[in-house]
Each structure stands twice: as C-alpha cells, then as structure tokens.
C-alpha cells in the first residue's frame, strides 16, 4: 500500500513563489510516475504536472512556464514548483502515483494512489 503525504501549501501574494512537496511511503518510488492535479473551488480536478520515472515532465499548457515538476528518489518525495503565482491557482493541490509504467501519465484514472491534498491560497 502507498501512502502519500502533501506539504507546503499556505496563504500567499500574487506574484510569489512556493514549492509544495509529496512524500511516499511503501513500494518502490524510483518507479512510480507521479503527478500533481489541483481542485480549485466550484471546479473539476485538473492536471498539473508529470513526471515519469526517468524523470521526463509534462506540465499542463496553462501552467508551463511558472510550474515545474521534480522528484528526489532518495528521498522518495516529489515537488512543484509554483513561480508568479495568480490568485487563480487558488485550490487544493493533490500529489498522485502510480506503481507501474514508464510513461508520462496526464488523466486522473490512471493514478492508482492520492494524497489528501494540501490548500495554496493566493491573495491579490
């Protein structure tokens, strides 16, 4: 069983940075493509980013340029990056894994695994 763990989130300014994290814990991490997706308020969940276990991203066409996906295996943790946030990037943002495949992996079904999520709020 996988169990992953969101941290980071918090009240932030426009403009800001912040770096969000999700640690993993059963299985094997090198070998798990990972994801982030975000619910914002009154919205379906969406694609964030990718990130497969050769370390290839994708991220969502919105968001290239400001988030920036990455994974550590020692320490069996993935992050996202958020640059010159916008107030609306508002929303839990939720880490997500599968334990098999070599892809780059981009719709919610196909994740096997969720964190509860951690909320980023961005103020104006």
């Known amino acids: 069983q996988v169990q992953l763990m969101e941290a980071g989130g918090g009240v932030v300014q426009a403009g800001d940075s912040l770096r969000i994290s999700c640690s993993a814990s059963?299985?094997?991490?090198?070998?798990?493509?990972m994801a982030w997706f975000r619910r914002a308020p009154g919205k379906e969940r969406e694609f964030v980013a990718a990130?497969?276990?050769?370390?290839?991203?994708h991220s969502a066409d919105s968001l290239k340029g400001r988030f920036t996906i990455s994974r550590d295996n020692v320490e069996s943790t993935v992050y996202l990056l958020m640059d010159k946030l916008k107030p609306e990037d508002t929303a839990v943002y939720h880490c997500?894994?599968?334990?098999w495949g070599s892809g780059t992996y981009l719709l919610d079904h196909q994740y096997e695994y969720w964190g509860r999520g951690t909320q980023v709020t961005v103020s104006s």
């Open positions: 059963g299985g094997t991490f090198s070998s798990f493509p």
């Open positions: 990130i497969n276990v050769y370390g290839v991203t």
């Open positions: 997500a894994a599968r334990t």
